[in-house]
């Protein structure tokens, strides 16, 4: 059993990588090298990029008992115009080297989290768009991955400029992820870099919610209990803005008491947020990737949280079931309205 640690200082802790993870004045980011890495045992090609890029293959297709996952498939076709929707896409994915959190789940070892330059290196956003310019038949969709990329707020409208700048605005589909743990996207960019993601066509962003409450949050992440909070609060600033907004969640807990009140108040608590949002999120089943079967060696709570995680989503399905009506269950994930993006 793992020993109880010190909960993370969120604020302090991410302050601290930020400064080491971006350059602003040059425009630069700090990027992981997955060649070498422990990650990449994993990766089902090569690592490309000079060993800083990976190709993820997104299916539809996911555990029985478990929704499927159209992100970020259907986003992207709708916005770069591919029908029929395909069961999967190719992403070329960069990782940026840090995060604030320690979500044991993840399938990123710890030395590609902690903005080690050992492990990563410096890129501008318009290298990183040459690299992707060299792969044979690119993917459509680049992925911003982490890492945690809202630490470092202004990659995605530097990559912005630096794709409309390369004339690959509208062949490619840019795609942010965010963990909800800094205020950074609104305290570190300006009026203009908000105003170009708001208009930025094609772009789609996922927010990422660690649990179905408080305590299932520490435990995923090792931070603050009341950090779970205050991803609710960033989430709804995140949707002030009027972007094309996502989500994901992980429902691993090692409690197995108050599982299906715990999904029922989280969902409230996204419906407070937005009335249709829980219907553009995705529960994301955790799976054992060779860094993750490192952590869960000897830990009774995670091995345990890995079958709560199924009761779990029994209660998630249940309760769309009930709140929401089947047309509009139905309709494709980007097109579910939001109070800031109707129909």
């Not at 996207?185 to 170009?196: R, V």
């Not at 609710?232 to 299906?260: K, Q, W």
């Not at 407070?272 to 955790?286: E, G, S, T, V």
Request: hydrophobic fraction near 40%.
């Amino acid at each position: 059993m793992t020993s109880p640690a010190k909960p993370i200082d969120t604020v302090r802790f991410a302050a601290r990588l930020r400064g080491r993870a971006i350059d602003v004045e040059g425009g630069r980011v700090l990027i992981s090298r997955l060649a070498g890495s422990g990650q990449e045992v994993d990766l089902t090609l090569p690592a490309n990029c000079n060993g800083y890029g990976r190709v993820r293959h997104f299916r539809v297709a996911t555990a029985e008992g478990w929704p499927t996952n159209s992100l970020p498939i259907e986003p992207a076709c709708r916005a770069l115009g591919i029908t029929p929707v395909p069961d999967m896409m190719t992403a070329l994915v960069f990782q940026n080297a840090a995060c604030a959190w320690r979500c044991w789940y993840c399938f990123v070892p710890e030395e590609l989290l902690k903005a080690d330059p050992n492990h990563s290196a410096w890129f501008t956003a318009a290298e990183l768009v040459d690299l992707y310019r060299q792969i044979p038949d690119p993917p459509r969709i680049i992925d911003l991955s982490g890492g945690s990329p809202d630490l470092v707020p202004e990659w995605t409208p530097w990559m912005m400029r630096a794709l409309a700048d390369a004339g690959l605005a509208e062949t490619t589909y840019l795609w942010t992820d965010d963990n909800l743990s800094t205020t950074y996207l609104f305290d570190s960019l300006s009026p203009a870099d908000l105003t170009l993601l708001r208009h930025y066509r094609n772009y789609g962003r996922v927010c990422c919610v660690k649990g179905f409450d408080a305590r299932s949050f520490a435990f995923n992440t090792r931070a603050a209990p009341q950090d779970y909070n205050r991803q609710f609060e960033i989430l709804r600033r995140v949707l002030d803005l009027g972007l094309d907004v996502y989500g994901y969640v992980t429902l691993t807990s090692p409690h197995d008491d108050g599982v299906a009140q715990g999904v029922a108040d989280l969902i409230d608590r996204l419906q407070a947020i937005d009335p249709n949002y829980p219907l553009r999120i995705i529960p994301l089943r955790i799976q054992v990737f060779t860094p993750v079967e490192q952590r869960l060696a000897r830990d009774d709570a995670r091995e345990r949280s890995l079958a709560v995680q199924e009761e779990a989503i029994a209660a998630w399905t249940g309760e769309l079931e009930r709140r929401f009506p089947p047309n509009l269950r139905a309709l494709p994930i980007c097109h579910v309205p939001l109070r800031t993006r109707p129909a």
